[in-house]
């Protein structure tokens, strides 16, 4: 979302950026992926205490997958710890890989572009509420600056709004 929220304020490319965490993300859960298909269900079970996982449980799992798998693949990219469970877990249960890229890359693309999108909304929600219909520049700011100011984020974007209205121009020549 914060990369959603920098490409609202033209410091980012929003096409880029989700492309970027697509393939960041897609090759992420193959790794996942490969370390369930090599590591099992057997090395949770050993070492699934910690984190609360009973063998019984593993067998369900299991069973869902061979029933819904694709479709759990592509769900649990919105859902938080599934997230990032979800690529060991088809692994493990011996998905196939094919089957897993296609539902991932699917599921990677939608969850990329959603939360860039979101990012992206608020950032321009964001620009509104700074700048209102017809408020002077310096009072805008300031008003900005007293209502965010109570968070590093909000301050540090308050900084960039009052040192120059060129900031962004400036982020563009750092980061090429």
Same mark, same amino acid.
């Given at each position: ?14 096409? &880029? ?45 299991? $069973? ?8 759990? !693949? +592509?769900?649990?990219? +919105? &859902?938080?710890?599934?997230? $990032? ?16 890229? !296609? ?11 959603? +939360? !860039? ?19 002077? $520049? ?8 007293? =209502?965010?100011?109570? &968070? ?17 121009? =400036? ?6």
């Amino acid at each position: 979302m914060v990369g959603g929220f920098l490409a609202s304020q033209g410091v980012l490319d929003p096409g &880029t950026l989700v492309v970027v965490i697509s393939l960041a993300a897609i090759v992420g859960d193959s790794i996942g992926y490969q370390l369930g298909r090599a590591l099992g269900f057997e090395w949770l079970a050993r070492h699934g205490r910690r984190l609360r996982v009973r063998r019984e449980n593993l067998d369900r799992v299991g $069973a869902f997958m061979s029933r819904h798998g694709g479709k759990a !693949v +592509f769900a649990s990219h +919105f &859902t938080h710890l599934m997230r $990032a469970l979800m690529p060991f877990v088809a692994g493990a249960s011996r998905l196939r890989y094919r089957r897993f890229l !296609v539902f991932n890359a699917a599921g990677c693309i939608a969850w990329a572009s959603t +939360f !860039v999108a979101i990012g992206y909304l608020a950032g321009e929600s964001w620009r509104v509420a700074a700048n209102g219909p017809a408020a002077p $520049a310096k009072s805008r700011a300031a008003h900005t600056c007293s =209502r965010s100011g109570s &968070t590093g984020f909000g301050a540090g974007w308050c900084d960039m709004r009052t040192i120059s209205s060129g900031a962004g121009r =400036r982020w563009s020549v750092i980061l090429g």
